[in-house]
Nanobody
Framework: VQLQASGGGLVQAGGSLSLSCAVP????????MGWYRQVPGKERELVAT??????????DSADSVKARFTISRDNAKNTVYLQMNSLKPEDTAVYYC????????WGRGTQVTVSS
C-alpha cells in the first residue's frame, strides 16, 4: 500500500495550507500516525504525531511548528490532516504521512513551497 498525501502547493510566507492523507484499511484507527517532511539532501524528519485516541505531539526539531501546525484525524474517514498556518520559507519540503513506526510505502508526498 502506498499512501498519497495531498493539499500541498505554492503559498506566500504567512499563508496557510491544509494537507490530508487517506489511509486504506480498518487498521488505521488503531495506528499512531505522523506527518513527515523532507527537503532535498536531508533526511526525512518527523513533524507531528497523533495517537489513535487523538493525543498529539510536535517535533521540537522541526523548527517550532507546534504553534503553527495542527495535526488531526478522522477515523471514520481513515484520514489524517495537517493544518499549517503562518508558513515560513523553511517549511518548504515534500510532506508525507505514515504510521509510527512506519508500515506503508511512502508514496510521492505532496510538495509545499513557501515563498518569501
Amino acid at each position: 500500500v502506498q499512501l498519497q498525501a495531498s493539499g500541498g502547493g505554492l503559498v506566500q510566507a504567512g499563508g496557510s495550507l491544509s494537507l490530508s492523507c487517506a489511509v486504506p484499511g480498518r487498521i488505521f484507527r488503531f495506528k499512531t500516525m505522523g506527518w513527515y517532511r523532507q527537503v532535498p539532501g536531508k533526511e526525512r524528519e518527523l513533524v507531528a504525531t497523533i495517537t489513535s485516541g487523538g493525543s498529539t505531539n510536535y517535533a521540537d526539531s522541526a523548527d517550532s511548528v507546534k504553534a503553527r501546525f495542527t495535526i488531526s484525524r478522522d477515523n471514520a474517514k481513515n484520514t489524517v490532516y495537517l493544518q499549517m498556518n503562518s508558513l515560513k520559507p523553511e517549511d518548504t519540503a515534500v510532506y508525507y504521512c505514515n504510521a509510527i513506526p512506519t508500515m506503508w510505502s511512502w508514496g510521492r508526498g505532496t510538495q509545499v513551497t513557501v515563498s518569501s
